[in-house]
């Protein structure tokens, strides 16, 4: 038994290091969902940010997007980062130089580095080409009206494909099943390591124990040494007869419920 609970605790840790690994796994799933929504909301309601000023709130409302303020706000303000570090960028050019309609030709003509969230300059950079009026360079984030809706720059630009989402989706969906699977195992192994520390029919084995050594054993010894001159009777053999009987009795009668209780546990 010491080696069965062993074995069943062992395991259990196994079962344990496992459930955490995929909950660690569904964790980064489910924040790359998340943040594919949040890049999802600001491709298309960038310019509602940057350029209207709506009040996020308001925009969620409008879009119905399964997000809150909160998830959005760290973004939010990364973008409207971006936008200020571009406006900045093209202010400081120079006079003559004449915008291109491409991030990637600005960055490279004016040696700019970008590691992080390049297809956010890119799609802020877009807005802002495509508001600044023919005759200046200044930033439309400084006081200039849009001349023309870039919602269909916005759906043009980088999204993350739709056959990717639903793989993730996927994923996601599977580590859920994975997690609740091996719950379900760990829960079962805990219950048999339970089992361990109560294990039914003790005490009434003890019970079986002790009278069989009273009726098998203490009755018989005191009538040592057995005088044949007072125990050579038939009531005397019938009454130590009828204790080993009984003490058969009671065993099987135990070992048959114990059997029982066993083969219909659930």
């Known amino acids: 038994m010491s080696g069965e609970k062993n074995a069943i605790t062992r395991r259990l840790r196994e079962i344990d290091n496992e459930l955490v690994n995929k909950k660690e796994m569904l964790d980064r799933v489910e924040l ?36 809150t303020e909160d998830e959005l706000s760290p973004y939010i303000t990364k973008l409207r980062e971006i936008s200020k570090h571009l406006t900045t960028l093209i202010e400081k050019i120079d006079e003559n130089y004449t915008l291109p309609n491409s991030f990637d030709n600005f960055a490279k003509d004016n040696d700019i580095k970008i590691d992080d969230r390049k297809d956010w300059y890119e799609l802020v950079y877009r807005i802002i ?121 009671v065993l099987f009668i135990y070992l048959g419920v114990s059997m029982y209780k066993l083969t219909n546990e659930k």
Request: hydrophobic share 40%; aromatic share 8%; net charge negative.
């Open 129 to 249: 080409w495509d508001v600044i009026p023919d005759d200046a360079y200044s930033s439309p984030l400084l006081g200039f009206k849009p001349m023309l809706s870039t919602n269909s720059l916005m759906r043009s630009l980088s999204k993350v494909p739709m056959q990717i989402h639903r793989d993730r989706v996927k994923e996601r969906n599977k580590l859920e099943d994975e997690v609740q699977i091996i719950t379900g195992i760990k829960k079962e192994h805990e219950k048999i390591l339970r089992s361990y520390g109560n294990v039914s029919g003790l005490w009434s084995g003890l019970a079986v124990l002790i009278y069989a050594c009273v009726v098998g054993i203490v009755i018989p010894s005191t009538l040592l040494p057995y005088p044949l001159e007072i125990y050579n009777d038939v009531a005397t053999k019938q009454f130590l007869l009828a204790l080993f009987y009984s003490e058969l009795v």
């Open 32 to 67: 790359i969902l998340l943040e594919d929504k949040i890049d999802d909301f600001i491709h298309e309601h960038a310019e509602e940010i940057l350029i209207d000023e709506k009040p996020i709130k308001e925009i969620i409302e409008e879009d119905g997007a399964d997000l």
